[in-house]
């Protein structure tokens, strides 16, 4: 195989839809967007490790792993060596095995060049988390992460060398880029995305009964479905306290919630038609935030806690960052921003100058240059290693 004479096959590790996940969102719009760019979906390929509740009929998946099953890992590693390149998604939890452990009999397997991506990066990982993120890093060709957060704490945690990390961003669909469909009347607060434990829309709630005085009087929109984890284990138990807590504070006239897992077009207009975004999140380790991104894509001002993507992202000036578990902060950076039009507006276009290269289409780009120059590295290495023994097998 000559590397060179075409476009490298990727094989994707990941979780994949109609899984509803993050990663499964992520992989599914990385793969569209290399695909798009090539002008073919030939030779991009995934091995889907959902858990087998939801079955892709997707043709990009070319096969589906049964988690912490011997043979199922040894068919998926087989089909993976026959790609040029493989992309592992990384998450712990996605994989068989104490903290996923099984990914690194995966890695082990391959015999094509591999790049890791790592959406979460610990500031503390446990010493088996630890571990596995350095082995993982060893055997991979190069390792990619979405946040300059995320790669300082690879180089200064599992001391990785910087030369062998890339930082792309998390890509934004176009369609958050399209014009403003705000409507003037009463300023809309968007918090979108799986709805579940850890979003900190308790502090979110509690920061809108301290706005109740606001003339118009703000809206603020919960939108998204009940994490599929989260209702298999308790239904809608979870949504339904939120609601609960809304009609304590007396704000069924303010606070509204969409539960509906919305298409990406749909999606899209209701983003455009918000005034600000809410990110209230728990999470003190989040090193990349896709609503985040997509937030800033849509030219939005963003307040959110102080998780370490927002931090990074923010501090240029396209939003504000509170302190976590602080609902009077929370509140008085909303009644901020409500309040004043042109701060929103400033912060607006601070975003859309911060989202230039963000979109699918460059990131997917940059993606693809980078596998193909992973298998381009590696092919020429062999050439210089055992050249008469390159030409006896070609």
């Not at 994989?95 to 979460?120: C, K, M, N, S």
Request: with cysteine.
């Amino acid at each position: 195989m000559d590397v060179n004479a075409r476009k490298v096959s990727i094989g994707f590790v990941s979780t994949y839809p109609p899984t509803v996940c993050g990663l499964a969102s992520y992989t599914a719009s990385l793969v569209d967007a290399v695909a798009s760019d090539r002008g073919t979906r030939y030779g991009l390929g995934v091995v889907d490790m959902g858990d087998g509740s939801a079955r892709s009929s997707s043709p990009d998946v070319a096969y589906r792993h049964r988690t912490g099953d011997a043979d199922s890992l040894r068919t998926a590693i087989e089909v993976l060596n026959t790609f040029d390149t493989v992309s592992i998604q990384h998450e712990f939890g996605i994989f068989g095995g104490r903290d996923g452990a099984e990914v690194l009999d995966l890695i082990a397997g391959l015999t094509v060049p591999t790049v890791v991506t790592f959406h979460t990066v610990l500031e503390h990982p446990s010493t088996h988390q630890g571990v596995i993120i350095d082995r993982l890093a060893h055997e991979a060709d190069r390792v990619m992460v979405m946040s300059e957060t995320a790669s300082r704490r690879l180089v200064e945690v599992h001391g990785i060398d910087p030369k062998r990390i890339d930082v792309l961003p998390h890509g934004a669909d176009p369609v958050f880029a399209g014009p403003s469909l705000v409507s003037g009347g009463r300023p809309l607060a968007l918090t979108w995305g799986l709805i579940g434990p850890g979003k900190g829309l308790e502090s979110a709630i509690g920061a809108f009964a301290d706005l109740v005085d606001l003339d118009p009087a703000p809206r603020y929109l919960i939108a998204g479905a009940t994490h599929p984890q989260v209702r298999q284990a308790a239904g809608e138990t979870y949504r339904e306290s939120l609601m609960a807590l809304v009609r304590d504070h007396g704000l069924e006239g303010i606070v509204e919630f969409d539960d509906r897992y919305l298409e990406r077009d749909a999606l899209a207009r209701i983003v455009r038609s918000a005034d600000v975004v809410v990110l209230p999140y728990e999470s003190i380790e989040q090193v990349t935030s896709g609503v985040l991104v997509e937030a800033i894509a849509a030219s939005k001002p963003v307040v959110a806690t102080r998780f370490p993507h927002a931090v990074e992202l923010l501090s240029g000036g396209a939003g504000i960052t509170v302190p976590h578990d602080d609902t009077t902060a929370l509140g008085a950076a909303l009644r901020r921003l409500l309040t004043d039009r042109a701060e929103m507006t400033a912060m607006g276009r601070q975003a859309q100058r911060l989202a230039t290269d963000w979109y699918w289409p460059t990131v997917g780009r940059r993606f693809a240059t980078m596998l193909s120059g992973v298998a381009h590295r590696r092919h020429a290495r062999l050439v210089t290693a055992t050249p008469g023994a390159y030409r006896a097998a070609g």
